[in-house]
């Protein structure tokens, strides 16, 4: 399994050296090899890990490797979903490089398939880490998105694709946002199951809220204060460190209950 993950890893790196060639030479033939070699990596990356819950006997997404990597998985499969309805070529100048950023973390990662903790085994499971998986991709692809209007706005881009990222941006941060929420809600559950408390403050549980709180202020001034353009583009570009703090830093940094994730 370690062949397929690396052999998904070096054809995305490719796809993006394809993807950075035609846009810097304005080659629509290397723009549209990239798309492809792109797709195969996706394929590949599927496969691998399909085969990897089939060999661990369960969803893989037990601990840091895996969580990083269905996390690229996600980022991969929300930049081909909204290329293919929106047209949205423009996403993937981005959306190619932190997918593969992200499986370039997991790449360094332990690979070694381990049996579930107890406190894992819980019908929970699924849908928490599922959750954080969607949402945390969700953040990733609006960031591209603030990225992309701030690139194309300097370039004096036309307004249709500057009002396309805008929007797609937030419509981005609002699955994330409630994703993240079922993310802090079905965990509260599942701790009070598994540790006999909705909230014990550790690290994790304190950066997930934290997160979510940043995404809210983005909303409320985005819905309420009808905020746009460059600001809220710069908002989702910088809240997303945040979003990799929560997700690697927290386990890299700060010991706790979730250390193992």
């Known amino acids: 399994m370690k062949a397929?993950?690396?052999a998904?890893?070096?054809i995305y790196a490719a796809a993006v050296v394809l993807q950075f060639s035609g846009t810097a030479f304005k080659k629509d033939a290397l723009l549209r090899a990239s798309w492809y070699v792109f797709l195969a990596a996706f394929a590949l990356h599927t496969v691998f890990l399909a085969a990897r819950g089939v060999a661990a006997k369960r969803l893989p997404l037990s601990n840091q490797f895996e969580f990083a990597n269905a996390f690229a998985w996600g980022v991969a499969l929300m930049v081909i979903v909204l290329k293919i309805r929106l047209k949205a070529d423009w996403l993937c100048a981005a959306g190619m490089p932190a997918a593969l950023l992200v499986m370039g973390y997991a790449a360094m990662q332990p690979m070694e398939i381990h049996d579930l903790m107890p406190a894992l085994r819980s019908a929970w499971f699924g849908v928490h880490i599922g959750s954080a998986v969607l949402s945390y991709s969700s953040f990733v692809i609006a960031g591209v998105c603030g990225l992309r209007w701030?690139?194309?706005?300097?370039?004096g881009g036309e307004k249709r694709v500057l009002d396309q990222m805008d929007y797609l941006g937030y419509r981005m941060i609002a699955f994330g946002f409630l994703m993240l929420t079922v993310v802090i809600l079905s965990g509260a559950i599942w701790a009070e199951q598994a540790w006999s408390a909705f909230w014990t403050w550790d690290p994790k549980e304190v950066w997930a809220l934290i997160t979510w709180i940043i995404y809210a202020v983005y909303l409320h001034l985005r819905l309420r204060r009808a905020r746009r353009g460059a600001f809220t583009?710069?908002?989702?570009v910088v809240s997303v460190p945040v979003v990799f703090f929560t997700f690697a830093g927290v386990n890299t940094l700060m010991h706790g209950l979730h250390t193992y994730g």
């Not at 583009?233 to 989702?236: I, S």
Request: hydrophobic share 75%.
């Open 8 to 10: 998904a890893l070096v």
């Open 4 to 6: 397929l993950f690396f």
């Open 233 to 236: 583009a710069w908002y989702a």
């Open 150 to 155: 701030l690139m194309a706005e300097k370039k």
